[in-house]
């Protein structure tokens, strides 16, 4: 299945075409999606202990992934899926402007090109051993000198 959780998709065919939501929940075995606004069902729910009251949910239903296309972040387009290895990992690619699609791999990858742009940090020393070290450098420099007008 070419869609994920948390995906934009913009449903193309039957009563709901034309609108676009985020994937709540994927069903592989079954090939269906559940989107968030689409195929709205409601339930009716029976109170079950005597606190409680009965009430009707609105609840997404499942609908069929063939009947979805993904939209691509960067175009802002529904496109079809394409699939292309990238620094050794198989992504998910829009086939319309070759943006990657998954989410994790875009975050990893800015990651990454940070990293690389920043320096590795300065070596940091701590206040004591600092001052330790500027108090012995100068009673050595102050040593010196008077050596050296004794001579």
Do not use: W
Not at 104 to 120: F, Q, R
Request: aromatic letters at 2%; hydrophobic letters at 30%; proline letters at 3%.
């Amino acid at each position: 299945m070419k869609v994920k959780v948390n995906d934009t998709v913009l449903v193309i065919t039957g009563k709901y075409k034309g609108k676009q939501g985020k994937v709540l929940a994927t069903f592989p075995k079954a090939g269906e999606i559940r989107v968030e606004g689409v195929n709205v069902q409601s339930k009716h729910e029976k109170a079950r202990r005597a606190n409680q009251t009965s009430r009707i949910v609105k609840e997404e239903g499942p609908i069929d992934v063939s009947n979805v296309e993904v939209v691509c972040e960067k175009c802002g387009k529904a496109t079809r899926v394409g699939h292309a290895v990238i620094d050794g990992k198989k992504v998910r690619v829009c086939k319309k402007c070759g943006a990657v699609l998954d989410k994790a791999y875009v975050k990893k990858s800015k990651a990454k090109a940070e990293e690389e742009k920043t320096e590795a940090p300065k070596k940091r020393t701590r206040k004591r051993s600092a001052k330790k070290a500027d108090a012995e450098a100068a009673t050595t420099v102050e040593s010196t000198p008077a050596a050296t007008d004794e001579e």
